[in-house]
């Protein structure tokens, strides 16, 4: 007998939103049809060896419409789950082509998941479910890209906001310096803030550059990732000396 196809989630997707994005409106929905699924799956697991070990048609109605229920779970807990990264994207409120486009991918792919959970509502033979499995596998491997984009526009998207308020907070205090500009250690301190603010930037453009060019056919995805994190690291440090150097100027020369 031909066994029943269902595509299993990978363990990275069932774990990985709750820490993240607690913040999230859609992370209740997401963590109930992630909990759905994992029942739905435990069941249909148990329906499938019965199958295996007696496959009666009787086993196989069971089996196939356990199937199609934990299917749908899992496409709506998808859905949900790229919901929780674009609204994690778009919450900052930054405006920038790779932020901009990772919000639209990720929109786009809950929507497919959404509709996908409703298309499983039909699959009324091991045909139909054979014929989902095969089809949607296809789709998600046309998914890699962008989702891979948008991980790393998610990250990106705290490093932009964290600059935009480092230069509000430089910007409130630069005027109220005019009086000891030309202090040895307030000069320093402000060419420094221009270096660093410099440096920030071009990192942030790079990485956006590389993102937005990034090709899963002819690069690895894992070094992608790896020096993807080695530059949101390096970023990171350059902004902790930025805002030490700004905090030490209000704190220490100017007039309150």
Not at 109 to 127: D, P, V
Not at 157 to 183: C, H, M, P, R, W
Not at 219 to 234: A, H, I, K, V
């Amino acid at each position: 007998m031909k066994k029943i196809l269902l595509f299993i989630l990978a363990p990275a997707f069932l774990f990985s939103a709750g820490g993240v994005f607690a913040q999230s409106t859609y992370l209740s929905d997401y963590n109930f049809q992630l909990d759905q699924y994992r029942k739905n799956f435990a069941e249909y697991t148990n329906f499938k060896k019965d199958y295996d070990d007696r496959p009666t048609l009787n086993n196989e109605q069971k089996a196939l419409l356990s199937a199609k229920q934990t299917i749908i779970s899992r496409e709506l807990a998808w859905a949900n789950f790229y919901l929780v990264l674009s609204e994690s994207i778009g919450k900052p409120g930054v405006t920038y082509p790779v932020i901009n486009k990772a919000a639209t991918d990720l929109t786009g792919i809950a929507n497919y998941h959404f509709s996908q959970a409703g298309k499983a509502g039909n699959i009324a033979t091991r045909a139909d479910l054979t014929s989902f499995t095969q089809e949607e596998l296809t789709v998600l491997a046309s998914h890699r890209l962008p989702v891979a984009q948008s991980q790393v526009a998610n990250k990106l998207v705290q490093l932009i906001k964290f600059q935009i308020d480092a230069k509000t907070a430089y910007d409130s205090i630069v005027g109220k310096l005019e009086a000891v500009k030309n202090e040895v250690v307030v000069k320093n301190g402000l060419d420094q803030v221009q270096t660093y603010s410099a440096q920030i930037n071009g990192q942030i453009e790079a990485l956006a550059k590389k993102t937005t060019g990034f090709d899963l056919n002819e690069s690895n995805q894992g070094q992608f990732y790896r020096d993807s994190t080695e530059t949101l690291r390096t970023v990171r440090n350059l902004q902790y000396r930025l805002v030490s150097i700004i905090i030490d100027l209000d704190t220490n020369y100017v007039r309150h």
